[in-house]
């Protein structure tokens, strides 16, 4: 994937056209993993870290760091698509997917406000998190998730800007109406499908 080069400016560009079709409008593929954060990286002790679904929702739970460690882990191969317009494809994260944790917890609104240590926050559908689309995850490419990249533990929605993967995860909180997190509070878009260019509130 070295030579895999889809930023520039038009021209001869060596795009394997089987990855190509794999970048959404307006992005560039970036072969490392940069790191976004707002702020400083929260320090997150694994053993200390927890889970907790709870709003609106029949029977709110909270995971231990030894009780999540019980559940069942995948593998979730994905590509990832930045707002600032990077993209890094073919890359694999491993962890627990969002459907089993919100089966237990039985949700009664259709809207989920992700929170993490540190205070970082974004707004989800439930649509966007059931049915195979999104998982906690605390490893990337079979190693524990670094501090930067949100370890212990962070959420992970490929299908949409990965500003909606809030890294040091702590919990979600089920809600009956849409309201903006962090960075949809500051103008970005309240979806962020990165097929539709969903950047900004107005896309
Ligand atoms: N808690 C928290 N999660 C966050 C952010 C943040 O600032 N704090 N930044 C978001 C943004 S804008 C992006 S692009 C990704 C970056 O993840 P990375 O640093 O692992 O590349 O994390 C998202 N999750
Ligand atoms: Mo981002």
Redesign the pocket.
């Known amino acids: 994937m070295s030579d895999f080069v889809s930023r520039g400016f038009g021209g001869r560009r060596r795009v394997d056209p089987g990855l190509a079709a794999r970048v959404p409008p307006g992005q560039y593929v970036e072969p490392g993993?940069?790191?976004?954060?707002?702020?400083p990286t929260p320090r997150v002790e694994p053993d200390a870290w927890a889970l907790t679904i709870d709003g609106m929702v029949a029977e709110p739970r909270t995971w231990t760091a030894a009780e999540f460690a019980t559940l069942e882990f995948e593998d979730v191969p994905c590509d990832i698509h930045?707002?600032?317009k990077w993209s890094k494809l073919g890359t694999t994260f491993r962890g627990v997917s969002l459907d089993g944790l919100l089966d237990a917890v039985e949700p009664l609104g259709a809207h989920a406000m992700v929170h993490?240590y540190?205070g970082?926050t974004t707004n989800l559908a439930v649509e966007d998190l059931t049915d195979g689309k999104a998982w906690v995850v605390t490893e990337h490419e079979g190693e524990p998730l670094d501090p930067?990249?949100?370890g212990p533990a962070r959420l992970l929605v490929p299908h949409l800007y990965?500003?909606k993967?809030?890294?040091?995860v702590s919990g979600l909180r089920i809600m009956d109406h849409d309201e903006p997190g962090f960075?949809e509070a500051n103008g970005y878009h309240t979806r962020g499908d990165p097929w539709k260019e969903q950047r900004y509130w107005n896309d």
């Open positions: 993993f940069p790191v976004l954060t707002a702020g930045c707002v600032t993490s540190g970082y930067e990249h949100g990965f500003w993967s809030a890294k040091w960075w």
